[in-house]
């Protein structure tokens, strides 16, 4: 079975740190992977998508990047953090292709970022 | 362009209670629905998905959503609620291609009431 790993579960951090948040499935091979936040427990904003290595699609300009260095690891940067960084951040996959269309998305645990 | 709307933030109901959460959507082709609940400082759970055949479906925890083409909705429905249902519901919709993410609502809070 496929499994989603985020790391960490919670960080705070001081503005203008630098920031690295993991992300790895298990279990699938290929996976579209996404990178979400979610400020004050309502929607998503989709920040980063890729399917596939070293293929990254931005949704939102802003001080973030991702890389994608491994088929089943995605990482969400920055060199220096925002206070309006704050907020959760959720990876999640899904199969690619024409099995990617009628699939859901499967979200991992998520990251509580708290930029002081 | 694809869009998904959850017209209410908030809905409360009385444990016991049916209840309804609503979701329209807008695509340009045929839609795939689905809907998700997260709990408190939890990722998404999916729980139930639309894609071709009954226009009722059924989900996880004795949750159903009815496809509506005409009305292009697509409401998540339990006949009757529980506390522990309290949580924030996300209708999403996707089309076109299975590359590109899910299309997600913002979201509505469901609170059940003892």
Redesign the interface.
């Given at each position: 079975s496929q499994t989603i790993h985020q790391w960490p579960a919670t960080l705070v951090q001081p503005v203008g740190s630098p920031l690295s948040l993991e992300c790895t499935v298990e279990g699938t091979s290929n996976p579209n992977l996404y990178w979400y936040r979610q400020a004050a427990g309502r929607g998503l904003q989709l920040l980063f998508y890729s399917v596939g290595i070293g293929q990254i699609s931005s949704e939102v300009p802003q001080n973030l990047s991702a890389s994608r260095p491994q088929d089943r690891q995605f990482i969400l940067s920055s060199k220096k953090l925002l206070l309006s960084d704050s907020g959760f951040y959720l990876c999640a996959w899904s199969l690619s292709g024409a099995k990617g269309l009628i699939n859901e998305q499967f979200f991992g645990p998520g990251t509580r970022l708290t930029v002081l | 362009a694809q869009s998904v709307a959850q017209p209410e933030d908030q809905v409360n109901v009385a444990e016991g209670n049916p209840l309804t959460v609503k979701c329209t959507y807008s695509v340009s082709g045929n839609p795939?629905l689905?809907w998700?609940v997260q709990y408190?400082?939890?990722?998404?759970?999916?729980l139930l998905?639309y894609?071709t055949g009954d226009n009722l479906v059924k989900g996880s925890y004795g949750f159903e959503a009815e496809f509506n083409k005409s009305q292009t909705s697509f409401h998540l429905k339990k006949p009757s609620a529980l506390v522990s249902d309290s949580a924030?519901y996300?209708c999403?919709v996707?089309t076109n291609?299975?590359?590109t993410?899910?299309v997600?609502?913002?979201?509505t809070r469901l609170s059940v009431i003892a």
């Amino acid at each position: 079975s496929q499994t989603i790993h985020q790391w960490p579960a919670t960080l705070v951090q001081p503005v203008g740190s630098p920031l690295s948040l993991e992300c790895t499935v298990e279990g699938t091979s290929n996976p579209n992977l996404y990178w979400y936040r979610q400020a004050a427990g309502r929607g998503l904003q989709l920040l980063f998508y890729s399917v596939g290595i070293g293929q990254i699609s931005s949704e939102v300009p802003q001080n973030l990047s991702a890389s994608r260095p491994q088929d089943r690891q995605f990482i969400l940067s920055s060199k220096k953090l925002l206070l309006s960084d704050s907020g959760f951040y959720l990876c999640a996959w899904s199969l690619s292709g024409a099995k990617g269309l009628i699939n859901e998305q499967f979200f991992g645990p998520g990251t509580r970022l708290t930029v002081l | 362009a694809q869009s998904v709307a959850q017209p209410e933030d908030q809905v409360n109901v009385a444990e016991g209670n049916p209840l309804t959460v609503k979701c329209t959507y807008s695509v340009s082709g045929n839609p795939y629905l689905f809907w998700y609940v997260q709990y408190p400082n939890r990722g998404l759970q999916f729980l139930l998905k639309y894609i071709t055949g009954d226009n009722l479906v059924k989900g996880s925890y004795g949750f159903e959503a009815e496809f509506n083409k005409s009305q292009t909705s697509f409401h998540l429905k339990k006949p009757s609620a529980l506390v522990s249902d309290s949580a924030l519901y996300f209708c999403a919709v996707r089309t076109n291609s299975g590359n590109t993410p899910l299309v997600f609502g913002k979201g509505t809070r469901l609170s059940v009431i003892a």
